[in-house]
């Protein structure tokens, strides 16, 4: 139709019109473009892990790597790259330095906030963009199986009878979130610990088991393994309320059948953030691909079944719900390592 006015105008008339013509062909051609299909990765997707290998966050990300992959979720690969030096602020400085490239994403624990904070590394969580809360995590009080403590109230109890420092607690990093948990107990209780610090879970787990630690705030994804063997007992979880998930572990008991510290008279509390993160400046369309892919991710049997046995809380945020609820927990943070005196110098 364009061509049949375009030529039964005069020349000048037809000059004018052209580019008209052109730029609603271009528009057109974008509304189509836009409806074939939206933003997805044009190359692989790097996976910052801010942790060593196997601890939560590593297993977590590489679990989100495998169901993308066996459900083909996405064209691209996503590669997942262990970053743990510094507590963490080698992989949140990665993606920091990479402002608006929508090809990196991060899994985030809670050294998104301890590490700048007890460091005093140039980030903070705002250096990034939010994009999905994918759940919160939860502590439990571990000995080994052959200890002769049952419940949490005899170790604390055997602890403070020991002396200062006499038991050793063994956790993630140094300043970090089994750290803070550590030294809330001890202002709680009573109890003094000499707190051990390891590169990731699966090594505190490790500690544990080869008896080397009297007891470790491990999370249950962490040591739901030797716990299942006979090797580990959990004694209570650092939560208000106790776990759901009343399906057996072992022959004897579930996650739900594990007491809350204050049912056993320890009144200390906290849950970890999983969540996913990009680099500043990314395109909002690029948000919108993470935030349903990670929605698709939800919905397989693989991540519920990882849900279960690591026992955690299904809490999923994204947008502005999961930007406030950032907000608030680095306050939190704030409070709780200015209390443990972690707080690094100015």
Not at 111 to 120: E, I
Not at 168 to 182: F, L, N, R, V
Not at 252 to 273: A, F, H, R
Not at 295 to 310: A, I, L, N, S, Y
């Amino acid at each position: 139709m364009r061509t049949q006015l375009s030529l039964g105008w005069p020349v000048l008339r037809r000059v004018a019109v052209l580019p008209l013509v052109a730029m609603c062909g271009l528009g057109t051609s974008a509304a189509v473009s836009a409806a074939a299909g939206a933003w997805e990765p044009t190359k692989p997707v790097e996976f910052v892990i801010p942790a060593g290998t196997g601890g939560g966050a590593d297993q977590m990300a590489r679990l989100l790597q495998g169901i993308v992959v066996k459900h083909s979720l996405m064209k691209q690969s996503l590669i997942p790259i262990n970053k743990s030096g510094g507590a963490g602020a080698e992989g949140f400085l990665d993606v920091k330095g990479a402002k608006g490239d929508p090809h990196k994403i991060v899994i985030t624990l809670s050294n998104l906030f301890t590490t700048p904070l007890a460091t005093g590394v140039p980030f903070n969580w705002k250096d990034l963009t939010p994009v999905a809360m994918l759940a919160l995590d939860q502590f439990v009080l571990w000995v080994n199986a052959e200890a002769p403590y049952t419940t949490a109230k005899e170790y604390i109890d055997a602890a403070k009878k020991a002396g200062p420092g006499k038991f050793k607690m063994a956790g993630t990093g140094s300043k970090q979130e089994d750290q803070i948990i550590t030294v809330a107990l001890e202002r709680t209780t009573g109890a003094k610990f000499t707190y051990v610090p390891f590169k990731g879970g699966g090594d505190v787990a490790t500690q544990l088991v080869g008896k080397h630690v009297d007891s470790t705030v491990n999370n249950p994804i962490e040591a739901v393994a030797q716990w299942r063997a006979g090797k580990l007992r959990p004694l209570c979880v650092f939560d208000d309320h106790r776990m759901p998930y009343k399906a057996k572990v072992t022959d004897k008991q579930s996650w739900n059948d594990i007491p809350t510290c204050k049912e056993s008279g320890v009144p200390t509390d906290y849950v970890m953030l999983r969540g996913i993160f990009m680099p500043a400046g990314v395109p909002p369309e690029a948000v919108n691909f993470y935030v349903e892919l990670f929605k698709k991710v939800r919905e397989t049997p693989e991540w519920k079944d990882f849900m279960e046995r690591g026992a955690f809380n299904q809490t999923f945020m994204s947008g502005k719900e999961f930007g406030e609820w950032v907000a608030k927990a680095e306050q939190e943070h704030v409070g709780l390592m200015k209390e443990a005196g972690f707080l690094a110098k100015k």
